[in-house]
């Protein structure tokens, strides 16, 4: 494309919030045929509300809570936080004294939770994985609350002090109501669409369903989503990602163009070629079409 007409197009993006860097960006959005979506803050709300917690264990709900805000609290986790919030509500129900306490050698493990030292406790706050990891054992009373939740599009929380699963959260987070319909969109546009995401392939595919998405990679960390469009790419496809997370960031740099969610991390925004200032997802399409016209009409 010309430089004025990348100018116009660029000045139109902009008005409509989608912020195109460069010309680049712009000229190859048009010959797009797969996008991948993360599904954390991407297509869902990235608001997770917890919805339920359970004990397996006999420390009681009070200790429990005490010791999953302590360790959740050192976290920049949107499930942390939702941890977090519940937990002080359930302590506040139960007219709960207890000092919130803080927990020490706080460390993250990306994609699959946090630990740390609560008083003399070894906390442990995450996923299957992490539990997996660290020779948790994970019953079969666990495994079928987390399977439960699961299919119901829910992602469990597991905590265990010292070597043992205390108990669990279930959290949601709700798909934009604009999904379904932008991804219903892009297949009339004969454009494809994936989900990846660090979450387990239950959740995943839960929610995969509910926006009409048929192909799904979950259990996927920072530089396995950029893999996966690494080798959508050697097919010979151009592939768009669209993400809003630090993890999300490899993949965002991978792809032919890189799309980030105007909520989402900075790290994100500075990875990606386009930035949707309204965090809608409408404007992966809006995108993808001032492309389209852009390149049209210069050929
Ligand atoms: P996504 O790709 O969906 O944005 P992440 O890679 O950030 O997800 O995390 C993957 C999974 O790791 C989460 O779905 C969750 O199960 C677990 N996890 C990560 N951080 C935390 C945390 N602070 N507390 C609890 N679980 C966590
Ligand atoms: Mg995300």
Redesign the pocket.
């Known amino acids: 494309a010309t430089p004025t007409a990348v100018m116009v197009a660029t000045g139109k993006g902009a008005s409509q919030g989608v912020l195109i860097k460069g010309g680049n960006a712009l000229e190859k959005a048009h010959k797009v045929k797969t996008v991948v979506f993360?599904?954390?803050?991407t297509l869902t709300v990235g608001k997770p509300v917890v919805v339920n917690a359970v004990l397996f264990s006999s420390y009681s709900m009070e200790e429990f809570c005490a010791v999953s805000i302590a360790t959740?609290a050192n976290?920049e986790?949107p499930?942390?936080k939702s941890?977090v919030e519940h937990a002080k509500r359930l302590l506040k129900t139960f007219g709960s004294t207890e000092h919130v306490m803080e927990a020490k050698d706080f460390e993250?493990?990306?994609?699959?939770?946090?630990s740390g030292r609560v008083g003399e406790k070894m906390v442990l706050?995450?996923?299957k994985r992490?539990m997996r990891h660290n020779n948790v054992q994970v019953g079969p009373e666990v495994e079928k609350y987390v399977s439960e939740h699961e299919n119901l599009a829910r992602?469990c929380?597991l905590v265990a002090i010292d070597g043992k699963i205390a108990g669990s959260f279930a959290v949601t987070d709700p798909v934009k109501p604009e999904a379904a319909r932008v991804i219903s969109y892009l297949h009339s546009m004969n454009i494809t669409s994936i989900m990846v995401?660090?979450?387990?392939w239950a959740?995943a595919a839960a929610i995969a369903k509910e926006v009409g998405i048929n192909k799904v990679y979950a259990e996927?960390?920072?530089l396995g989503k950029a893999d996966r469009i690494k080798e959508l790419q050697m097919k010979g496809m151009a592939v768009a990602m669209v993400g809003d997370?630090i993890?999300?960031s490899p993949a965002l740099v991978a792809a032919d163009v890189g799309m980030a969610i105007g909520a989402g991390t900075d790290v994100a925004i500075e990875a990606a070629d386009i930035v949707l200032m309204k965090s809608n997802l409408e404007d992966v399409v809006t995108a993808i079409d001032l492309s389209r016209k852009t390149m049209s009409r210069i050929r």
């Open positions: 993360d599904k954390t803050g959740e976290s986790h499930i942390a941890v993250v493990h990306t994609g699959a939770g946090v706050v995450g996923n992490l992602t929380v995401t660090g979450d387990n959740t996927t960390d920072p997370g993890n999300d």
